[in-house]
């Protein structure tokens, strides 16, 4: 049986984990418009979206649908729950390293929209 993840790790993680970086981190195909991060929706393919980064969460307006970082992962990739949060935990390790944070950047160049 899997460990249970306390509710405070659980409020960290979805929290101090920033949706733009878990969306780069994701490989979603992204664009700024009028200093917005505008992502393709995981669920329905649209790109009328929004971020709002200071309650860390996303929006896909054609599908009516929020995500946090845990709903964009199970979303994305299928991952069930738990299988989300242990990724989302291994990229915000990853995130804390110089090298991590370039690879990060370099995603997030590759998956620009024009």
Excluded at 102 to 107: F, G, N, R, V
């Amino acid at each position: 049986m899997s460990q249970r993840i306390s509710p405070e790790a659980l409020r960290a993680l979805r929290n101090e984990l920033g949706i733009n970086s878990v969306i780069h981190a994701l490989q979603i195909p992204w664009r700024r418009d009028d200093m917005k991060l505008r992502f393709i929706c995981p669920q329905c393919n649209g790109l009328d979206t929004s971020v709002h980064t200071e309650a860390n969460l996303a929006r896909c307006f054609s599908c009516h649908r929020n995500f946090n970082s845990i709903d964009l992962v199970m979303t994305k990739k299928g991952y069930p729950f738990r299988k989300s949060v242990d990724w989302l935990e291994a990229v915000r390790r990853i995130l804390q390293t110089e090298d991590g944070r370039s690879l990060l950047d370099h995603q997030a160049s590759r998956t620009r929209l024009k």
